[in-house]
């Protein structure tokens, strides 16, 4: 299985800051990987698809970068309903992995 | 409208059977593939495997292989996932969720609201 290490684990930050997030995949996973946010109670919402795209309906602040076996998910400036769980996911090959999960609160 | 509607949570003792089960409405059921994913108490995200309902062609995650079966009924648009002796260590919330088009290895753009089981003697 391709592993995908994730950091940090958690985060604080206070509204209007710029998060990042890292991914890192055991493998070249060239570009197949997708960024997921999961608030409290609810199930997973796809946000990022292959690296950098924007699913319908998110916000512009969210984006996606890198290629091969680095990867960083952006939220340009914090607000509060974006707290949740961000998870990163390749689907370069089956069985598809996820990372470990970053919890953003705010500060 | 795509909607993935799950069955409801479940309490059973260990060593009991289960079959849980995921209804999808709004596309073609039997064009895509539906996935699940377990989520532990307080962890992450675990992919188990995939089903294509049009032939019911499943592919496992080798944690998942011989613990858990996968399988749809297509006349349902149903898909299902089934323990034939659970344990405790089986206690999670379960999703499914269908890919964004008809590959396995896309990434799901919808997913069921989740079905939460307990197992506890």
């Known amino acids: 299985d391709i592993q995908m290490t994730q950091s940090p684990s958690s985060l604080s930050a206070s509204v209007g800051d710029r998060v990042t997030i890292t991914c890192q995949a055991s493998q070249d996973i060239s570009n197949d990987l997708n960024w997921y946010q999961q608030k409290p109670g609810k199930a997973p919402k796809l946000l990022i698809y292959g690296t950098s795209y924007l699913e319908t309906g998110v916000p512009s602040r969210f984006s996606g970068s890198g290629s091969g076996t680095d990867f960083t998910f952006t939220i340009s400036s914090l607000q509060p309903e974006d707290i949740a769980t961000y998870y990163c996911q390749q689907s370069d090959t089956l069985p598809l992995t996820f990372g470990g999960g970053t919890k953003v609160e705010i500060k | 409208e795509v909607q993935l509607v799950q069955s409801g949570a479940e309490v059973k003792k260990p060593g009991e059977s289960l079959k849980i089960s995921c209804k999808g409405s709004?596309?073609?059921?039997?064009?895509?593939?539906i996935g699940w994913v377990r989520q532990m108490p307080g962890k992450g995200l675990e992919w188990m495997g995939v089903i294509y309902p049009g032939d019911s062609d499943t592919t496992y995650s080798p944690s998942f292989q011989g613990q858990v079966t996968i399988s749809a009924d297509k006349s349902l648009s149903t898909a299902y996932l089934e323990w034939s002796s659970l344990k405790g260590s089986d206690s999670a919330m379960y999703y499914c969720a269908r890919p964004t088009d008809g590959y396995n290895t896309s990434p799901f753009d919808y997913w069921g609201q989740g079905t939460l089981v307990t197992v506890s003697s």
């Open positions: 709004g596309y073609s059921f039997t064009s895509y593939w």
